[in-house]
């Protein structure tokens, strides 16, 4: 169907960001869906650790949060110029408008708040993206196929883990340490070397 799309929403009160690998249209009982496909590449021919699986499920999930949001809820355009700062009934240039126009999108987009409205009502018109996903590992050398894993949405354990992550990035609490089967991120972390848990765990390989 296409490849690299980005998708945006807001969540939790915060503006979310992403880029989906790769669409593919699945048919089950004679209906069509739009399936979600990330790509991870793999530096060596070794599959993924767990945790590793869980945080490329929780983005894929959170793509597919964002799809159905934008699917089925009133996209946010008031807010969303607000945020980044847009001036929507500021035109767009000629060659943004050329390029619409040569895409088939419209010949009466002239604005960003005219390229917004079409974008909402060209969403509505989309269906909800199939369950259950899929991630594919490549090797990064020659892009060979190293395992594919499908697993179903889980809509509550996603908003859970989000919400987590954001309470972080909203100074809701502080960092934490990682879990001890992630314990391999600290050889890459910036604060390993005043890190009170890296330094406990020295101690306890002593």
Known sequence: ???ELPVVGLVEGVWLIGIIDEVRMSEQSGMKQPLLV???????????????KRNARLQLMCYKFLWDNIVTSEFPSSSF????????QRSLSKDIRKHIVDSGIGKKVQSLNDLIKLYRSTCKSLP???TPLLIRYELQADRSLLGEEEFSFDKSWMENRLRWHLQYWLG???????PEDECWKCQHCSFSAVCPKVKLLSQEEE
Request: charged content about 30%; proline content about 11%.
């Open 1 to 3: 169907m296409t490849r």
């Open 172 to 178: 809701k609490r502080a960092a934490d340490f990682v």
């Open 81 to 88: 110029f607000q945020y980044f700062g847009l001036r929507p």
């Open 128 to 130: 909800l993206a199939h």
């Open 38 to 52: 990330d790509t991870k590449t793999r530096s060596r021919a070794a599959p993924p650790s767990e945790p590793q």
